[in-house]
């Protein structure tokens, strides 16, 4: 097989070189096919024409064209692309030919070389277009030598006028037809290419975003990493140390096992959501679908507000009375692990002794799930930036650190059940969020 067929080959498994240049390929293709369905359709006719009007030596001449139709069809359905065009474009050119040496350029025959040098230039593209220009300028020199020369090939019966005359209108309606085909065709087959490059550059768009955001969080993840863990591992050192000198009292030493102790925890759950982003970054947590009811979710939100509660003494406040059964589909760990993270969010953001209401609201087909505090709120660029992939660092009212990795695995997972994350939120008064899941 030639590098042309193994060329459209490839680009039609999907290991082409770009879209754009299979786009080009399948234009001159689908427009070659269209052109040997029309010259067999063409030779037909024509035959029966010349049989009618008595020019039957033409008759026989064009009808010899069929055959020849029928070897490119099947060298085209063979998957031989290149050679069905090179042996179209060969043999219309010398049919052509023979016709007008048998008739002589009075009957404009040597016309029909237009839309051959048309079609043979949109067939052939790409790594064809050599062949493509050789064809033409044959088409070219063979057109040139028709109008030109006194050769004729076979001897025919001399056409009456009114003969002459309808052979001519014959064939400069038949080069109008198909030259008005193939330019209808190939503005139409372009605009369609247009239309898809536009689909192609969006979707391009679209990656560049996300590869955007994906380098940006990367940088900003390992400035952060360099911070955030070494600054409690050496506070954790450095209490260490000052335990072995023996120099502690009891009340220092408690203050600094409690401060050991939540530094730990801290760097512990920051190494937590580290790896879990890690994993869902290389596709590696995969999506697990089951039935979960409505109830098991609120009893998993409570317990984990339950943990958080004697921290800043948050008041929390559940609305998920919802009817008994109701049940949302969903992958279990992810569903937890967003609200684990909405929730440690919300308690975050919000002073001591603020409120953080958990809410379900039946939506038809699904349930939206909302967790609101009345805290600091956020700006319309944070809300952006979220909403865009990319983390950025923020302190809580208590100097809580903030990473972003959270809300981006929460952006992560909701994508996976379809839904995305909506977030309202006004400065000062609080921030809602709230995602939807499909009803079991």
């Known amino acids: ?65 069929l055959p020849s139709v029928f070897l490119t069809w099947l060298l085209f ?23 007008a040496l048998t008739t002589g350029p009075e009957t ?3 016309a029909f070389y237009i839309p ?39 001897e025919v019966s001399i056409p009456t006028e009114d003969s002459m005359r309808f052979e001519r209108i014959a064939n400069m309606i038949g080069v109008g037809v198909i030259s008005g085909l193939e330019v209808i065709y190939i503005l139409w087959f372009s605009n369609d290419i247009q239309n898809k490059l536009i689909e192609q550059t969006a979707k391009l768009d679209d990656r560049n975003t996300q590869m955007v955001a994906a380098l940006y969080t990367r940088d900003k993840m390992m400035s952060m990493l360099s911070h955030d863990l070494r600054s409690p591992i050496a506070s954790i050192h450095a209490g260490m140390e000052l335990f072995e000198t023996g120099n502690v009292d009891a009340e ?24 879990l982003w890690s994993r869902s970054q290389t596709r590696t947590i995969i999506y697990r679908e089951e039935p979960l009811s409505i109830a098991q979710i609120e009893q998993f939100a409570k317990s984990v507000c339950y943990l958080f509660a004697s921290e800043k003494l948050i008041n929390f406040t559940y609305r998920l009375d919802v009817p008994p059964g109701s049940m949302v589909k969903g992958d279990r760990d992810m569903i937890e692990a967003i609200f684990r993270n909405l929730i440690s969010n919300a308690i975050k953001f919000t002073k001591p002794g603020g409120h953080v209401t958990l809410a ?7 349930w939206m799930f909302s967790v609101s505090d009345n805290g600091k709120g956020m700006t319309k660029e944070e809300i952006e930036k979220i909403t865009g992939g990319i983390s950025f660092t923020t302190s ?42 499909p009803k079991a």
């Not at 240049?21 to 689908?30: Q, S």
């Not at 220092?252 to 790896?275: I, N, V």
């Not at 379900?360 to 699904?366: I, L």
Request: positive net charge; hydrophobic residues 40%; proline residues 1%.
């Open 360 to 366: 379900a609201q039946d939506k038809g087909k699904t």
């Open 252 to 275: 220092l030493q408690a203050k600094l096992y409690t401060q050991m102790k939540s530094r730990t925890g801290q760097t512990l759950a920051l190494m937590d959501k580290l790896l």
């Open 108 to 110: 404009y025959v040597p």
């Open 1 to 65: 097989m030639s590098e042309h067929e193994l060329a459209y080959h490839a680009s039609e498994a999907g290991t082409g070189p770009t879209r754009s240049v299979d786009l080009i390929h399948e234009k001159g293709r689908k427009l070659h096919e269209a052109l040997i369905y029309l010259v067999g359709v063409y030779a037909l006719l024509y035959s029966l024409i010349n049989w009618i009007i008595g020019q039957k030596e033409q008759a026989y001449i064009t009808a010899c064209i």
């Open 396 to 437: 809580g009212t208590d100097r809580e650190k903030g990473h972003g990795l959270g809300m981006q695995l929460v952006q992560d997972f909701i994508r996976k059940h379809n839904s995305s994350l909506k977030i309202d939120s006004v400065l000062e008064q609080g921030t809602t969020f709230s995602f939807e899941l």
């Open 116 to 154: 051959i040098i048309i079609g043979t230039l949109v067939t052939l593209q790409g790594a064809e277009r050599a062949t493509g220009y050789a064809l033409s300028g044959l088409s070219i020199a063979l057109m040139a030598f028709s109008l030109v020369s006194d050769i004729r090939i076979f």
């Open 77 to 99: 359905k063979k998957g031989y692309y290149y050679y069905s065009k090179l042996w179209n474009g060969l043999q219309i050119n010398f049919a052509v030919l023979i016709l």
